[in-house]
Structures are given as C-alpha cells and as structure tokens.
C-alpha cells in the first residue's frame, strides 16, 4: 500500500516459534496480577495454567522485550505482528495471554487489558485467528458428548473450570464453515451471549449446521456464561438442566 510497506506473513513454523517462546519467557515473569485477574472472574490458577495462559508485570516490559530480540531476528517479531515498526513490543497494555494451540503448538495469540478504561481491551498478532480457542480439548473427546461453543476466553475458561467442554470464537459472529469438521462428531450447544449478535450468529450457526446435517442446540442465557456463573451459585446445575431443554428443543425443530 501507498506509504506502508506491507510485511510478508510468518511462515506458520516460526510463527509458532515465536509465539512458544513468548510465553516461555511471560511465564518465568511474576504471574500473581495475572492469576488474580482471572480468579476475579471465578476461573482458577489449574484451569489458567492448563490452558496455557500467562502473564508478565509492566515493570517486566523491557525485560521481555530484551529476551525476544535475543531469541529472534527483529524482521520476524515485526512480521509476527509481536513488535513494531519503532522496534518495541507492542503488547504493552495488554499482558494477558491467551494462546490457541493446535496439536499441543501455540499458533496464535490474543491478550487482553487487565485495567479498566484501557480501550481497545483486547490486542493481538498479525493474521486472522486461525481455530477455535481450545480447540485441542476435542482431540481426546469421546463421540457423542457435549461441547459448547461461546464467545471469548473467559467464557470458555469459566465451563472448563466447571468441568464442561468449551470451544471459543473471538467475536459473536467469528465462526468459520471449515470449523464444523472437527465439531461433527459431537454434540453441539451454543452458549453466546445473550444479546442481539448473540442471537443472530446463533441462527445463522444454526442454518450452516443443518446444511452439514449437524444440529445445535442453543442455551439462552440473560447476559454471558461467566455473568451466570458468577450470578448463580447453582450456575453448573441450572446450566446442565438448561442444556437438557435446548437439545429437546433442537430435537423439535428437526
């Protein structure tokens, strides 16, 4: 374009270099903010770590930034999208992580803003989001059980802390068609936020899994899952009685 170079995409191999090593040294910086963040919203420090989530201080920045350019050449941290034209890592505001691993590797990242007014709250690395977050909880999931599909991290780290399968989409309308593959051989229920993009992306998710000759269900909630968890101290109860009346009334419709 006019006035910008436009940098070459990362190989998918270093891209997945650059993003394991970031969170190899984020994780070595003090967690403790990070943690606390998260157990605010009722998400445990087990459930953070095994979903590989990690964090470093403001005061660590510099230290971070340091690391990486030993580890990398400064062309393939600015190509990742991780650091800037000026050189600088460009998550600063946003210490947060939260990878998406495919096969066990981090492929991507977003982060969010653990302060209030910082807007935007989330940032993250060049590219599009390559899979749904938590994707590779699937891999070892027998057919036939349940997995619900939400918007956003802290929704899917919310049900995994209560023992429920979870798929996230960045974004009420973020799902992708090739993304119903490795969905087919389970039973799919919808949990996104209750407001009108909420709705919409679940009915028009809906139309793209009959097309493949998949149902989903959807649980209707007042506002979002860690809201209702949060809000509700039988939330795992009244959430497994509610995915009951959404797949009775999947089952209606057909």
């Given at each position: 374009a006019a006035g910008q170079h436009e940098l070459e995409t990362l190989p998918v191999e270093r891209?997945?270099?650059?993003?394991?090593?970031?969170?190899?040294?984020?994780?070595?910086?003090?967690?403790?903010?990070?943690?606390?963040?998260?157990?605010?919203?009722?998400?445990?420090?087990?459930?953070?770590?095994?979903?590989?989530?990690?964090?470093?201080?403001?005061?660590?920045y510099r230290r971070v930034m340091r690391r990486m350019l030993d580890c990398f050449a400064l062309d393939e941290l600015q190509r990742s999208g991780l650091f800037n034209a000026q050189a600088h890592l460009t998550f600063y505001h946003h210490r947060l992580l939260f990878p998406f691993y495919v096969e066990k590797r981090a492929v991507y990242l977003q982060a969010r803003t653990t302060a209030s007014g910082v807007e935007p709250r989330w940032h993250n690395m060049r590219g599009g989001v390559p899979s749904l977050y938590n994707v590779d909880a699937l891999n070892d999931l027998p057919s036939g059980e349940?997995?619900?599909?939400?918007?956003?991290?802290?929704?899917?780290?919310?049900?995994?802390?209560?023992?429920?399968?979870?798929?996230?989409?960045?974004?009420?309308?973020?799902?992708?068609?090739?993304?119903?593959?490795?969905?087919?051989?389970?039973?799919?229920?919808?949990?996104?936020?209750?407001?009108?993009?909420g709705f919409r992306a679940a009915a028009r998710y809906r139309e793209m899994f009959a097309v493949r000759g998949m149902q989903l269900a959807r649980v209707e909630l007042p506002s979002d899952v860690n809201d209702f968890f949060q809000q509700h101290p039988s939330a795992a109860l009244e959430f497994t009685l509610m995915t009951e009346a959404a797949e009775e009334r999947a089952r209606g419709k057909e």
């Open positions: 891209l997945s270099a650059v993003c394991e090593r970031f969170l190899e040294i984020c994780r070595g910086e003090e967690q403790t903010e990070g943690v606390n963040y998260l157990a605010r919203r009722g998400i445990d420090a087990g459930t953070m770590i095994r979903a590989g989530v990690a964090y470093f201080p403001r005061r660590a349940i997995v619900y599909l939400v918007e956003g991290f802290t929704d899917t780290l919310t049900l995994c802390a209560y023992g429920f399968t979870a798929v996230g989409l960045v974004g009420a309308g973020g799902f992708k068609e090739e993304w119903l593959a490795p969905l087919a051989r389970f039973r799919v229920v919808a949990a996104l936020d209750g407001d009108t993009a």
